[in-house]
């Protein structure tokens, strides 16, 4: 059974640095593209960044570009994102998810940047 | 990017009523070398993560029931609940996997009458 779950978010000043962690199991993570997509409080959904199976490309959405960092570790099962300059707008659920279309989510993560 | 627009935002139903909702992209989702449709259909009930329901415009994903449907083509898409359940109330989205930014629409969210 696939199984995907996040941690790292919690609550952060304006302006700090966050890391979130996706650990993955039931499938073979090495093989897969992996995604961050999040989701502000009652708001709509809004993929963030892709990542290839072996971290050859990745790809960004413009509201996060060059301040959010894929990641990925295959020895661990591990994906990341590394949020740097953070803004109140970021405040959001942020999910990890496999597979294109997205057949695969996470239970997600609560990032709050407020001061 | 590609712009992703739902309609209606929200629909009041009653259970047994056949609901549709509408998707529209700004540039054609087709793929001419393999005649696909990049989009994909997505149940979001409160409190739980994204379900993906249908794929591909019209593949219905294992275990989702036949009431719900995916039509369309290009740049106009359906997605129709034969006859809806208490269990349906949700919101539903429509995601274009064509190009990143892959996109979202705003959602649908169905209600109870």
Same mark, same amino acid.
């Given at each position: ?7 790292? &978010? ?14 993955? *199991? ?6 897969? &593209? ?9 708001? &709509? ?8 199976? #072996?971290? *050859? ?13 894929? *990641? ?17 707008? #970021? ?25 | 990017? @590609?712009?992703?627009?739902? =309609?209606?935002?929200? $629909?009041?139903?009653?259970? !047994? ?9 700004? $540039? ?11 989009? %994909? ?5 409160? !409190? $739980?993560?994204?379900?993906?329901? @249908?794929?591909?415009?019209? =593949?219905?994903?294992? !275990? ?13 898409? =359906? ?10 109330? %949700?919101?539903?989205?429509?995601? $274009? ?7 979202? !629409?705003?959602? =649908? ?5």
């Amino acid at each position: 059974e696939v199984q995907l779950v996040e941690s790292g &978010g919690g609550l952060v000043k304006p302006g700090s640095s966050l890391k979130l962690s996706c650990v993955a *199991s039931g499938f073979t993570f090495s093989s897969y &593209g992996m995604h961050w997509i999040r989701q502000a409080p009652k708001k &709509g959904l809004e993929w963030i960044a892709l990542i290839y199976y #072996d971290s *050859s490309n990745k790809y960004y959405a413009d509201s996060v570009k060059g301040r959010f960092t894929i *990641s990925r570790d295959n020895s661990k099962n591990t994906l990341y994102l590394e949020m740097n300059s953070l803004r109140s707008e #970021d405040t959001a659920m942020y999910y990890c998810a496999k597979k294109l279309p997205f057949a695969y989510w996470g239970q997600g993560t609560l990032v709050t940047v407020s001061s | 990017d @590609i712009v992703m627009t739902q =309609t209606p935002s929200s $629909q009041a139903v009653s259970a !047994g009523e056949k609901v549709t909702m509408s998707c529209k992209s700004s $540039q054609s989702l087709l793929y001419s070398e393999n005649k696909k449709n990049y989009l %994909a259909w997505y149940q979001q009930k409160p !409190g $739980q993560s994204p379900k993906l329901l @249908i794929s591909w415009a019209s =593949t219905r994903e294992s !275990g989702v029931p036949d009431r719900f449907i995916g039509s369309g083509s290009g740049t106009d898409f =359906t997605l129709t609940i034969s006859s809806v359940q208490a269990e349906d109330l %949700a919101v539903y989205y429509c995601e $274009q996997y064509y190009d990143t930014p892959y996109t979202f !629409g705003a959602g =649908t969210k169905l209600e109870l009458k």
